[in-house]
């Protein structure tokens, strides 16, 4: 079964989704808000450091450093922050690749919280099917577990064909077969896992495959990137969350003909649609709080 | 330069439901007989961008690229198969609704892949 459904239901289904939705201005904050979470980690994504405005982000070279800042205000501090993909813009140039990277990783070295993980997107990825990516970040897919809480950081872009393929299916298969079915389950991700949009290629080729895999647990959550913008969709049980980006939104899926151009930019509001994300997590629950921080000017 | 024309023939059998049948036949004599329209892929667009077929009618798609490996898929139909340069590949399609579809590349391609696309119009 699959639902589409916006924010204010998807908040309703709170208990059968085993997500609440909290507002994001500030509120994660005092020893109430910290007695209500174990934990909770920071979600940024598409970054694309290297992009160069186009009229759609004139701040882009300062976007992603108000971020930081603003994560290292937090009042209280992440366990640990994720990268969900696109850190860098595309280039065909290798070496330019590589800048950019170096350049994305020395502001990422400026948060605080040091525990930071990353993930690739198309634009860091599919040029080189990685090669670059994996010098400076490592291997893209890869698993960790938090407090009780298993991570799965499934890669979806090195392929150019925005497949997962076989060998890391079976990875993901092998690396869930002996889990408790119950236990909580967080993947993080490039591209939606399900067939969100095709027409603008969003889409993972083999996303359904990588359900079937993660049906059998009950407690699984989706935080993903690519599309820029916040979404929210279930797959049966599994609930999938799109997170907006640090450098511009783009349309809602089907909502102009095409994906370009992006949603321009509003000189009046600027950094609007920009934002990172905190996710909260209860020890022996699995219930997650999400909280959005959209990016102050 | 020697020019491979590789023969994949894929029947697709496409349906309302978006269930599709696809097997692959060896091409062997004269191609089939239906239209076939000839689409070339590049960085980043496709050539031509705007195609008109038939309802129910089959059509060929001969699908090349003229510098890297790309898309061609059209969701509306499930059809989906590669551009690979200096390579003809068919895709033989019989649509059985009308409107207006996307084709699109699904294979990142670089900075202007997002608008790499055209149009099928499916007339009845």
Same mark, same amino acid.
């Given at each position: ?49 290297? @992009? !160069?405005? &186009? =009229?759609?982000?004139?701040? #882009? ?7 930081? /800042?603003?994560?290292? $205000? ?69 698993? @960790? !577990?938090? &407090? =009780?809480?298993?991570?799965? #950081? ?7 064909? /925005?497949?997962?393929? $076989? ?131 | ?124």
């Amino acid at each position: 079964m699959t639902i589409e459904i916006d924010r204010r239901e998807f908040a309703g289904l709170a208990g059968l989704a085993g997500v609440a939705f909290v507002s994001g201005l500030g509120l994660r904050t005092g020893p109430a808000a910290a007695a209500a979470q174990d934990f909770f980690f920071v979600q940024i994504s598409d970054t694309h450091w290297g @992009f !160069d405005g &186009k =009229g759609a982000n004139p701040e #882009a070279d300062t976007t992603l450093p108000k971020a930081i /800042a603003q994560v290292n $205000a937090l009042s209280r501090k992440p366990d640990f922050i994720v990268f969900t993909g696109d850190l860098t813009h595309t280039t065909d140039d290798g070496q330019v690749r590589r800048k950019r990277m170096a350049e994305f990783k020395a502001h990422a070295a400026k948060l605080v919280v040091k525990d930071v993980r990353f993930l690739p997107g198309e634009h860091d990825a599919a040029p080189d099917r990685a090669a670059a990516y994996r010098e400076f970040f490592g291997t893209p897919n890869y698993s @960790f !577990d938090h &407090k =009780g809480v298993h991570f799965v #950081a499934i890669d979806n872009v090195s392929d150019p064909g /925005a497949a997962i393929g $076989a060998a890391q299916l079976e990875w993901l298969a092998s690396d869930l077969r002996d889990r408790p079915r119950d236990q909580p389950v967080v993947v993080l991700t490039h591209r939606p896992l399900f067939p969100l949009y095709p027409d603008w290629d969003w889409t993972t080729a083999d996303g359904d495959k990588a359900i079937d895999i993660l049906m059998p647990h009950k407690n699984v959550v989706v935080f993903y990137g690519h599309i820029h913008q916040e979404h929210h969709f279930m797959t049966g049980h599994i609930a999938h969350h799109a997170a907006t980006s640090l450098i511009f939104a783009q349309p809602a899926p089907g909502s102009q003909p095409k994906r370009t151009p992006p949603v321009a930019w509003d000189p009046a509001a600027p950094f609007k649609g920009l934002g990172f994300r905190e996710v909260g997590a209860k020890t022996g629950t699995a219930k997650l709080e999400i909280a959005e921080y959209p990016i102050k000017a | 330069m020697k020019r491979a024309i590789f023969r994949d023939i894929a029947v697709a059998l496409v349906g309302a439901a978006a269930t599709v049948s696809a097997t692959v036949v060896a091409a062997t004599g004269d191609p089939p007989p239906e239209r076939v329209v000839h689409v070339l892929a590049s960085r980043f667009e496709f050539t031509p961008s705007t195609i008109r077929v038939k309802r129910g009618e089959p059509v060929v798609f001969a699908v090349e690229s003229i510098d890297r490996l790309h898309g061609f898929k059209i969701p509306a139909l499930g059809v989906r198969i590669q551009a690979i340069p200096d390579q003809e590949t068919l895709v033989r399609v019989i649509p059985d609704k009308a409107g207006h579809m996307a084709i699109v590349c699904d294979v990142f391609c670089g900075e202007g892949h997002e608008d790499m696309d055209a149009e099928l119009i499916v007339e009845e």
